[in-house]
């Protein structure tokens, strides 16, 4: 058992209570096993390491019931039908079959260990989702694990000669036939400029721009974000503490030299973030960045969450900061989420698409994780209420239509 208190002197509570019981296996087999030796032995139709789910729930939904191969058939497992996904077959890819629900697509002990601060990246041809290192409280981790959507599974990619160090807080994006992999927090602590790529094909990593004259800082809680050719680095924090509003590229086809790219306007100290968010709109040709911590003049080494929408011109190399538009009669922003950082933001049709994030505020937001989805009109550039797109009347053909084309990709 490890406890750990923390105490920022912003508060003075009452204090809490603590029950626990030890038993000698996890859950006491969740009541469906016996345990043996420290060990669940699940009954028949159980799963997991404390027995905690079915073997083919719901009978498999859209699907059938077979031998798990990867348990030495010890197990069984559903196999979907044409069209469906997920550990019970329930999640319809071709249709708005279910819709306006969250669903989990394989629940925890299938495959994937618990942890934080990774990145991964979505192979559209194999429909495949790969997921490179975290933090595992007790560790940092340095495996490759691949998830495909046609064949349900996990599956860890062994170790080649050339593989990167474990870290956390990287950043990765999609590039043509791979991905690309910069900087993050090492197992040593100390904090990474490497560029790597991996090729989907090959299955193999590469080391690049090793000996680019130019390099950009060590960095973590960056972003990493494709131009057209190019991969942009922007913001992130070193391992002193320091934020930085820095931006690097570097040629996608061709990754052997960094390059800085120098802003000829905008106040940088406004847009030295960490755990922001960046995305490329290719019609206004700029990198729109949201959120993260914010740098505090005052405090160099400190941040406060922000909400915060800026824009970089790739072509004019000018900032500029979006100010949202006020309602004329309640003299208010509508709809703009609080602030917050470590969230996720990607342009689908005519909107932004922000999701989750670090929303906590001290003595005014007492909750630390946002689970809701945004919508940030690119043509009108206001915040739109979800709900207006997705209320009980919800299809998907109509919020693909509302939203603009590819609202959707399969899988």
């Not at 192979?123 to 981790?141: A, E, H, M, P, R």
């Not at 570097?250 to 940088?268: F, Y």
């Not at 922001?276 to 709109?281: D, E, L, P, W």
Request: glycine share 8%; with cysteine; hydrophobic share 30%.
């Amino acid at each position: 058992m490890l406890i750990y208190l923390f105490s920022d002197r912003n508060y003075e509570r009452k204090g809490f209570e603590v029950h626990y019981e030890i038993q000698d296996c996890p859950w006491n087999c969740s009541n469906q096993g016996n345990c043996i030796e420290h060990r669940c032995h699940c009954f028949p139709d159980r799963a997991g390491e404390f027995c905690e789910r079915e073997q083919c729930p719901d009978n498999c939904t859209h699907g059938v019931c077979v031998p798990d191969a990867t348990n030495n058939n010890e197990t069984s497992v559903c196999q979907c039908d044409d069209g469906y996904i997920g550990y019970m077959c329930n999640i319809s890819v071709d249709d708005s079959e279910g819709s306006e629900y969250w669903y989990d697509v394989l629940v925890q002990g299938m495959g994937f260990e618990s942890r934080s601060a990774h990145a991964g990246a979505f192979n559209q041809i194999t429909k495949c989702l790969y997921v490179f290192g975290g933090f595992s409280l007790n560790d940092v981790l340095d495996d490759l694990k691949i998830y495909c959507f046609v064949s349900n599974r996990w599956r860890t990619l062994a170790k080649g000669d050339i593989w990167p160090q474990g870290r956390y807080e990287h950043a990765v994006h999609l590039f043509e036939n791979g991905f690309y992999m910069f900087g993050g927090i090492l197992k040593n602590g100390s904090f990474s400029n490497e560029l790597w790529f991996f090729n989907f094909t090959l299955e193999t990593w590469s080391l690049c721009a090793n000996d680019s004259k130019v390099q950009p800082h060590k960095l973590s809680g960056h972003t990493l974000t494709q131009v057209e050719n190019y991969m942009y680095v922007f913001g992130g924090k070193t391992e002193d503490g320091r934020f930085w509003a820095d931006i690097y590229k570097i040629n996608g086809h061709i990754p052997t030299q960094w390059s800085r790219v120098i802003p000829l306007s905008g106040k940088l100290s406004d847009r030295r973030l960490v755990g922001h968010s960046t995305v490329y709109h290719p019609e206004s040709r700029s990198l729109l960045i949201y959120g993260g911590y914010s740098h505090s003049a005052d405090q160099p080494r400190y941040g406060s969450h922000t909400n915060s929408l800026h824009m970089f011109h790739i072509d004019d190399k000018v900032w500029s900061t979006i100010n949202f538009q006020l309602d004329t009669l309640s003299k208010t922003v509508h709809n703009v989420p609080t602030q917050r950082s470590f969230h996720t933001a990607q342009i689908i049709g005519n909107y932004m698409v922000v999701y989750g994030g670090n929303t906590h505020i001290h003595h005014d937001l007492e909750r630390c994780y946002d689970f809701e989805i945004y919508l940030y009109h690119l043509g009108c550039h206001v915040w739109v209420d979800a709900s207006d797109l997705m209320g009980s009347m919800y299809s998907a053909s109509h919020l693909r239509m509302l939203l603009g084309q590819n609202m959707f990709i399969n899988y």
